[in-house]
């Protein structure tokens, strides 16, 4: 038999519960947090024209470079599996005209990167993001990395810390590039391979290698800003002066690049210490992208959903217990008069927002209380020939084992107000 056929792909995941339930909450705290910054959600589709993400990331990233999935439809046409949400929301606000100007989007779902899989790194993995259309601010940049800070203070994270950097204009680029081949060639040799190819390509992705014979070059290396234009650098100044000023505990990090080329200015990353290798919770920054003939200023983070769950599980390890949903109420039939007349009862329990589960064949009365045992249910409601006949139900507290025998109204009634509606458990934080 050949089990794969059972098994996703390697690096894509299938998400059920009970794990999926802390995904739902996540994403309701996001969809709660969201309208108070002004963001509404855009969902763009998954498949693009590659070209939208070749121009807007950068030929020379790892990510167009070695990581998208790329196919050509029946016309020849080279389509690709987003690799991030930034490069179609901007595809969008360009289709849309002077109307997106200073658009609020966020977005949240599936990303597509082939990587090598690891844990915190899939192929298939769920981003939540946000872009904010709009000229250079740095009030701007921090109104977004305060958002990120609310969002992640309301999934019940504690540990995570908040580096900034800058890119600087795109004016910077050349003298940047230049200060550090400048400083690096001496040491060419101390490189590995990828780095030495980096210095040729994209001389800033070499400052992210993790290879520690690189990280003592790059150690030493001058801050990037030291090479940027006096307003870049002020502009660096006035995000850490305003950041002091909600009290957001970041700290500039000058050896933080991020691996798209579409940044300018202000660039961050938030990291939480459980996630180990792969430690990156969200990163974001400001970017300008040009579609036809026009540039597109905004600022924006995305964050890793399952890298966010592996996170909240290390910080809240009772919340995936507290967010079970309520025990059902299981209704017993004893004969097939009892089970369609169970049908109905369960469609009317269910529809004043009482969870219930009942026996859709033929079960004996034994099978079925052992069935309500195994779902968790606090009470079975038992009924057979002679309750149809009386309008009446037996109530069974499986909790105690207490049975008492009801009119079907006041058992519904009951249910209802012990039951439902579904309560919702609070988030911490
Ligand atoms: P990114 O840093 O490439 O930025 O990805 C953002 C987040 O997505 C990462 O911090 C990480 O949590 C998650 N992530 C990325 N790759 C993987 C993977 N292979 N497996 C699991 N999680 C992953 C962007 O994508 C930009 N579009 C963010 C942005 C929005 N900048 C401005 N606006």
């Known amino acids: 038999m050949d089990t794969t056929l059972f098994q996703p792909i390697p690096g894509m995941a299938d998400l059920a519960a009970p794990e999926v339930l802390l995904w739902q909450r996540l994403e309701e705290q996001a969809r709660r947090i969201m309208p108070l910054y002004g963001f509404t ?37 080279s389509l690709t599996l987003r690799p991030e949400g930034t490069a179609g929301v901007i595809r969008y606000a360009a289709g849309q005209g002077a109307a997106a100007d200073g658009a609020r989007l966020y977005y949240v779902g599936p990303m597509f990167r ?8 899939k192929r298939q993995f769920h981003q939540l993001g946000v872009e904010a259309l709009g000229e250079p601010n740095p009030a701007a940049d921090v109104e977004v990395i305060a958002l990120q800070q609310h969002l992640f203070q309301s999934w019940g994270l504690r540990d995570f810390t908040i580096d900034v950097n800058t890119r600087g204009l795109p004016d910077d680029r ?46 030493a290396l001058p801050d990037m800003a030291t090479f940027m234009s006096a307003p870049a650098r002020a502009y660096l100044d006035e995000v850490v002066r305003l950041l002091a000023q909600l009290h957001l505990p970041a700290r500039v990090n000058p050896r933080l690049v991020r691996g798209l080329d579409y940044y300018i200015h202000t660039v961050w990353e938030i990291r939480h210490p459980a996630l180990g290798a792969q430690d990156a919770l969200s990163g974001g920054g400001r970017y300008r992208i040009t579609q036809g003939e026009k540039n597109f200023d905004g600022v924006g ?18 919340w995936l217990a507290a967010i079970q949903p309520d025990a059902p109420v ?34 004996s009365l034994k099978a079925q209380m052992r069935a309500a045992n195994r779902a968790g249910s606090a009470w079975a409601v038992i009924r057979g020939e002679r309750e149809l006949a009386a309008g009446a139900a037996a109530l069974k507290d499986l909790r105690d084992g207490q049975q008492t025998e009801l009119k ?11 039951t439902g509606p579904t309560r919702v458990a609070p988030a911490p934080g």
């Open 301 to 318: 983070f995305a964050a890793g959903l399952e890298r966010a769950v592996m996170a909240v599980q290390h910080d809240q390890p009772g």
């Open 174 to 219: 050349p003298a940047v590039a230049q200060g550090l081949a400048a400083a690096v060639r001496p040491q060419l040799d101390a490189l590995c391979a990828d780095c030495r190819r980096r210095f040729d390509t994209n001389i800033l992705r070499l400052l992210d290698c993790k290879q520690e014979s690189c990280r003592q070059v790059i150690a």
């Open 114 to 121: 082939c990587e090598r899989p690891q844990a915190g790194r």
């Open 330 to 363: 299981s209704l017993v039939a004893l004969g097939a008069a009892a089970r369609d007349a169970n049908l109905q009862l369960a469609q009317e329990l269910r529809q004043r927002g009482c969870a219930c589960g009942l026996d859709l064949g033929d079960r």
């Open 41 to 77: 959600e855009i969902r763009t589709p998954a498949l693009e024209y590659t070209p939208v993400f070749t121009r807007a990331l950068g030929e020379t990233t790892d990510v167009v470079q070695k990581e998208m999935y790329t196919l050509a439809d029946r016309g020849g046409r």
């Open 408 to 418: 079907l109204e006041d058992v519904v009634a009951k249910l209802i107000a012990a």
